[in-house]
C-alpha cells in the first residue's frame, strides 16, 4: 500500500490544517524538494520558507497572515497558494518566507488571546504587561524568522495581509509605515493596482506593527494590506480576493505585473491629524459606526474640548480607524486627506 502521508504536513491535507493540528510547536522540522529543485522548508509552528531551484538577485519576499487569528482570507490565500506549489501546478522563482501569525487565535476565532499581537513589534513585546505572554513570545520568533530570511537576500518586501473589523469606503487599503526620508516606490503601486488595491494611506510615524518592524529594522519595502471585512474560515468569497491571490501567485512565479501606467489607479491618502483624547470635556463627533475613509466636507466640526475645536480644512478630509473609548492620551482616530497629484 503506498504511503498516504504527505511529506510536510503528515497525515494533514495542507499547510493550514497542519498549522491549527500544532498550533504552538512543530512536531519537527521538516523539508521537501520539489522535482525542479525548489525547497520548502517547514521551519517552525507557521513558517514557511521556499527556495526557488535556481536563485535570482530579485526581493527576498515575505507574506504573513493571521497576525489577527479571525481574520481568515488572506489565511487561506497563502494556503491555496502553497497546496498549489506543492502539487506542481507552477514552479517557484523567488525566495520567500511565508508566515502563519497567530496560530491559537485562529483555533479560538478570535483577533488575538491575550493581546493584539500586531502592537507587539518593534521591541514592543519586551515590555509590560506584554512580556512573557504567548503572543509576546510569538511576536520574537517572528521577528527571529524574518532576521533570518532578511540574512540570505539582498532586499526585502513583505506583505502583512488583514481582514477590517470595521466597513470601508474603500473596500481594500494598504499601509505604508512610516520610514523617514523613504518614498513609497512606483513599481509599489502596481502591485497595489493588480491586487485591486486601490487605496494607500501613506503613514506617520513608526509603530509597533509587523511592518514597521520589517520596514524599520530590515529595511523592506513593508506594507500592511487591508483586504475587506473578517469572515469565519470557509465563509470567505474568495472571488473578493482573487486579486491580491493573482499577483502573490505572479510574485513567486517571477512573473510580475508589467510595471507603468497601473499604478495610477491608486489614490494616495496622507495623515493630517491624529485625533487624541485629550481628556479636558473631550468630545468625539464621528459617530461609533462610521465606515473607514468616511469623507467629511470643509469646516466639519470632528472633536473639541475645552480648549480646542478641530474642523475640517480646506479640502475634504477622511476618517481612519475612529475608536472613542481609549483612555486619555491615546489616539480616538486619524483624519486623512488625498495627496494632491503634482
Ligand atoms: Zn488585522
Known amino acids: 500500500m503506498p504511503?498516504?502521508?504527505?511529506?510536510?504536513?503528515?497525515p494533514h491535507p495542507d499547510w493550514l490544517t497542519f498549522?491549527?493540528?500544532?498550533?504552538?510547536?512543530?512536531?519537527?522540522?521538516?523539508?521537501?524538494?520539489?522535482?525542479?529543485?525548489?525547497?520548502?522548508?517547514?521551519?517552525?509552528?507557521?513558517?514557511?520558507?521556499?527556495?526557488?531551484?535556481?536563485?535570482?538577485?530579485?526581493?527576498?519576499?515575505?507574506?504573513?497572515?493571521?497576525?489577527?487569528?479571525?481574520?481568515?482570507?488572506?489565511?487561506?490565500?497563502?494556503n491555496r497558494l502553497v497546496t498549489e506549489l506543492l502539487d506542481g501546478q507552477w514552479i517557484l522563482r523567488r525566495r520567500a518566507l511565508l508566515i502563519l501569525g497567530n496560530p491559537p487565535a485562529m483555533i479560538a476565532g478570535t483577533r488575538f488571546v491575550d493581546f493584539n499581537l500586531n502592537r507587539l513589534f518593534q521591541g514592543a513585546h519586551q515590555k509590560a504587561p506584554y512580556t512573557?505572554?504567548?503572543?509576546?513570545?510569538?511576536?520574537?520568533?517572528?521577528?527571529a524568522a524574518c532576521r533570518r530570511f532578511a540574512r540570505q537576500v539582498s532586499t526585502l518586501v513583505h506583505y502583512d495581509l488583514h481582514t477590517a473589523i470595521r466597513p470601508s469606503k474603500r473596500e481594500k487599503f494598504a499601509l505604508y509605515p512610516f520610514v523617514a526620508g523613504r518614498r513609497f516606490p512606483p513599481d509599489g503601486l502596481d502591485f497595489l493596482a493588480a491586487s485591486n488595491v486601490h487605496t494607500l494611506l501613506l503613514q506617520h510615524k513608526t509603530g509597533t506593527t509587523f511592518s514597521s518592524f520589517s520596514s524599520s529594522t530590515l529595511g523592506a519595502e513593508s506594507l500592511t494590506i487591508e483586504l475587506g471585512q473578517v469572515k469565519p474560515f470557509g465563509q470567505n468569497d474568495l472571488t473578493r480576493f482573487s486579486g491580491i491571490e493573482r499577483s502573490l501567485r505572479g510574485l513567486l512565479k517571477g512573473t510580475e505585473p508589467s510595471a507603468g501606467?497601473?499604478?495610477?489607479?491608486?489614490?494616495?491618502?496622507?495623515?493630517?491629524?491624529?485625533?487624541?483624547?485629550?481628556?479636558?470635556?473631550?468630545?468625539?463627533?464621528?459617530?461609533?459606526?462610521?465606515?473607514?475613509?468616511?469623507?467629511?466636507?470643509?469646516?466639519?466640526?470632528?472633536?473639541?474640548?475645552?480648549?480646542?475645536?478641530?474642523?475640517?480644512?480646506?479640502?475634504?478630509?477622511?476618517?481612519?480607524?475612529?475608536?472613542?473609548?481609549?483612555?486619555?492620551?491615546?489616539?480616538?482616530?486619524?483624519?486623512?486627506?488625498?495627496?494632491?497629484?503634482?
Do not use: C, K, M
Request: hydrophobic letters at 35%; aromatic letters at 6%; glycine letters at 8%.
Open 261 to 342: 501606467r497601473q499604478g495610477d489607479n491608486v489614490t494616495v491618502f496622507e495623515v493630517i491629524e491624529e485625533i487624541i483624547n485629550t481628556g479636558a470635556d473631550f468630545q468625539f463627533h464621528v459617530p461609533d459606526d462610521v465606515a473607514n475613509f468616511t469623507e467629511y466636507p470643509p469646516g466639519t466640526l470632528i472633536w473639541e474640548d475645552r480648549d480646542h475645536a478641530y474642523r475640517v480644512g480646506d479640502e475634504p478630509e477622511a476618517i481612519v480607524f475612529p475608536n472613542r473609548d481609549v483612555p486619555v492620551g491615546q489616539r480616538v482616530g486619524l483624519l486623512v486627506r488625498q495627496q494632491s497629484r503634482a
Open 3 to 10: 504511503d498516504q502521508t504527505h511529506p510536510l504536513f503528515g
Open 19 to 78: 498549522t491549527l493540528a500544532h498550533p504552538t510547536t512543530l512536531p519537527e522540522p521538516r523539508s521537501v524538494t520539489l522535482p525542479d529543485g525548489a525547497r520548502v522548508d517547514l521551519t517552525g509552528t507557521g513558517l514557511l520558507q521556499l527556495a526557488p531551484a535556481s536563485n535570482d538577485n530579485s526581493p527576498g519576499l515575505v507574506v504573513s497572515a493571521g497576525v489577527h487569528g479571525n481574520e481568515t482570507a488572506p489565511i487561506e490565500v497563502l
Open 132 to 143: 512573557g505572554s504567548p503572543e509576546a513570545d510569538r511576536a520574537a520568533e517572528l521577528e
